[in-house]
């Protein structure tokens, strides 16, 4: 029997994390032969839901999971880490400034960055969930200068589901018919969801998407609009954020970290720039095209990039640079 690993989900107490702890804990993540403990973070006045929670994962009887840990302390959340999932973060309240909701974010991402500096191991996988995820996952690598810039990643991968499964309706296919859309940029609605470098899988033949769909004016406009704006159409119906569907794009995220991409096929995936790739200026942490081998991803290059993809890919950038601006300032007052 392998070592357990620690994995933390903050926001524990939250909707995301209600879904995606029964799906880590089953084993359905790491894999059902490797043991883990779970910790377990929220804030103070959560702590009586939470301990709800601890119940249920209890009762859940699962084979992986040997220990459940709830705190509302970051030096015991973050101790020894293997895996920290950052789903907790300040929400947007109604009246709220956007400025106010990233100043409040970096003053989480800012202690949580520290705490992973200070407690977790140097090797520790880092997700971020919370939104501004982009802005957020930047302001805690940079608070944690001990652990390799690459182990910080945010989740696109909502995101990317979506454009896979859009695509495959409209093709009356199934989602695992359809490889290597991409997410480009923020996880907001300026993202570029592009399926120029998309395979489908019809009648056993591999086509591009665009020579299957055969529609260029619903693949640069619909498809784009509706993958972009997919979040405000839940919470309009269900009164709501995703939940469900994060938790599963959680799971699929760090279970291609932890096991790798299948070959052949690239995931979309929140990451620092180095400045080498695609144009896009060195440290912004924008969504790419990555593989994942041996727990290290890397960028997919050498894709063409037409003028509509380009004018899309800087739009989103530009929107990061602004956040990542405003954010750094209040790094260094908060
Ligand atoms: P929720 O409001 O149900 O739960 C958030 C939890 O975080 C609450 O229990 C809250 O007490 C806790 N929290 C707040 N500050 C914290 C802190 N400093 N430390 C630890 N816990 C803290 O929200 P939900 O639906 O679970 O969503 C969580 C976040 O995920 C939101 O920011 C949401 O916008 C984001 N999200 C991101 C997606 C992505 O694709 N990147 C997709 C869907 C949601």
């Given at each position: 029997?392998?070592?357990?690993?620690?994995?933390?989900?903050?926001?524990?107490?939250?909707?995301?994390?209600?879904?995606?702890?029964?799906?880590?804990?089953?084993?359905?993540?790491?894999?059902?032969?490797?043991?883990?403990?779970?910790?377990?973070?929220?804030?103070?006045?959560?702590?009586?839901?939470?301990?709800?929670?601890?119940?249920?994962?209890?009762?859940?009887?699962?084979?992986?999971?040997?220990?459940?840990?709830?705190?509302?302390?970051?030096?015991?959340?973050?101790?020894?880490?293997?895996?920290?999932?950052?789903?907790?973060?300040?929400?947007?309240?109604?009246?709220?400034?956007r400025?106010?909701?990233?100043?409040?974010?970096?003053?989480?991402?800012?202690?949580?960055?520290?705490?992973?500096?200070?407690?977790?191991?140097?090797?520790?996988?880092?997700?971020?969930?919370?939104n501004p995820a982009n802005t957020?996952?930047?302001?805690?690598?940079?608070?944690?200068?001990?652990?390799?810039?690459?182990?910080?990643?945010?989740?696109t991968?909502?995101d990317?589901?979506?454009?896979?499964?859009?695509?495959?309706?409209?093709?009356?296919?199934?989602?695992?018919?359809?490889?290597?859309?991409?997410?480009?940029g923020n996880h907001s609605s300026t993202q570029?969801?592009?399926?120029?470098?998309?395979?489908?899988?019809?009648?056993?033949?591999?086509?591009?998407?665009?020579?299957?769909?055969?529609?260029?004016?619903?693949?640069?406009?619909?498809?784009?609009?509706?993958?972009q704006?997919?979040g405000?159409?839940?919470?309009?119906?269900?009164?709501?954020?995703?939940?469900?569907?994060?938790?599963?794009?959680?799971?699929?995220?760090?279970?291609?970290?932890?096991?790798?991409?299948?070959?052949?096929?690239?995931?979309?995936?929140?990451?620092?720039?180095?400045?080498?790739?695609?144009?896009?200026?060195?440290?912004?942490?924008?969504s790419?095209?990555?593989?994942?081998?041996?727990?290290?991803?890397?960028?997919?290059?050498?894709?063409?990039?037409?003028?509509?993809?380009?004018?899309?890919?800087?739009?989103t950038?530009?929107e990061l640079?602004?956040e990542?601006?405003?954010?750094?300032?209040?790094?260094?007052?908060?």
């Amino acid at each position: 029997m392998p070592e357990p690993i620690r994995v933390l989900v903050t926001g524990a107490a939250g909707q995301i994390a209600y879904s995606v702890l029964l799906s880590i804990a089953k084993g359905d993540v790491f894999g059902k032969d490797q043991p883990l403990i779970l910790l377990l973070l929220d804030i103070t006045p959560m702590m009586t839901a939470l301990q709800g929670v601890v119940m249920e994962l209890e009762d859940c009887a699962t084979a992986p999971l040997k220990e459940v840990i709830a705190t509302d302390q970051e030096e015991v959340a973050f101790k020894d880490l293997d895996v920290a999932i950052l789903v907790g973060s300040m929400p947007r309240r109604e009246g709220m400034e956007r400025k106010d909701l990233l100043k409040a974010n970096v003053k989480i991402f800012k202690s949580q960055g520290a705490a992973l500096d200070k407690y977790a191991k140097k090797s520790v996988k880092v997700i971020v969930v919370g939104n501004p995820a982009n802005t957020n996952c930047l302001t805690a690598s940079r608070s944690a200068p001990s652990i390799p810039k690459s182990n910080f990643s945010c989740l696109t991968r909502l995101d990317h589901n979506r454009a896979k499964a859009q695509i495959a309706q409209k093709l009356k296919l199934g989602c695992n018919d359809v490889k290597n859309v991409i997410i480009w940029g923020n996880h907001s609605s300026t993202q570029y969801p592009d399926v120029t470098h998309a395979k489908v899988k019809v009648h056993g033949k591999e086509l591009g998407v665009y020579e299957a769909i055969k529609d260029d004016c619903y693949l640069k406009g619909e498809f784009i609009t509706t993958v972009q704006q997919r979040g405000a159409a839940v919470i309009k119906a269900r009164k709501l954020s995703s939940a469900m569907s994060a938790s599963k794009a959680i799971c699929d995220h760090v279970q291609d970290i932890w096991f790798g991409t299948p070959e052949g096929e690239f995931v979309s995936m929140g990451v620092i720039s180095d400045g080498n790739s695609y144009g896009i200026p060195e440290d912004l942490l924008y969504s790419f095209p990555v593989t994942i081998k041996n727990k290290n991803w890397s960028f997919v290059e050498g894709l063409p990039i037409d003028d509509f993809s380009r004018e899309k890919m800087d739009l989103t950038a530009k929107e990061l640079m602004e956040e990542k601006e405003t954010a750094f300032e209040f790094l260094a007052s908060v």
